[in-house]
Nanobody, 115 residues
Framework: QVQLVESGGGLVQPGGSLRLSCAAS????????MGWYRQAPGKQRELVAR???????NYADSVKGRFTISRDNAKNTVYLQMNNLKPEDTAVYYC?????????WGQGTQVTVSS
């Protein structure tokens, strides 16, 4: 079992920044990949960014150049640094982990971008 706890969401003005954190209950060395997904009202959940145990990353086209995913192995934590936020980034952001063929989700954290 892997438990994921997100934090760092909130309300921010357009152009602002937020950093989301996802703390895992196990060593992230044992996790094949971790990522951030988001779901806006009335829309499907979509991948935002993903980082593998190798360190390789991939991003949704809509966030490339603005968001950065990173990991701190010592803290078993993955981060999503979000810069130049836009109203269309408003959504619930979920942390996700893949380990041994199983998929795990956090409870989600709300990000609202509004003036």
């Amino acid at each position: 079992q892997v438990q994921l706890v997100e934090s760092g969401g909130g309300l921010v003005q357009p152009g602002g920044s937020l950093r989301l954190s996802c703390a895992a209950s196990v060593s992230i060395f044992s996790i094949y990949a971790m990522g951030w997904y988001r779901q806006a009202p009335g829309k499907q959940r979509e991948l935002v960014a993903r980082i593998r145990s190798s360190g390789s990353t991939n991003y949704a086209d809509s966030v490339k150049g603005r968001f950065t995913i990173s990991r701190d192995n010592a803290k078993n934590t993955v981060y999503l640094q979000m810069n130049n936020l836009k109203p269309e980034d408003t959504a619930v952001y979920y942390c996700h982990a893949e380990r041994d063929g199983f998929s795990y989700w956090g409870q989600g954290t709300q990000v609202t971008v509004s003036s």
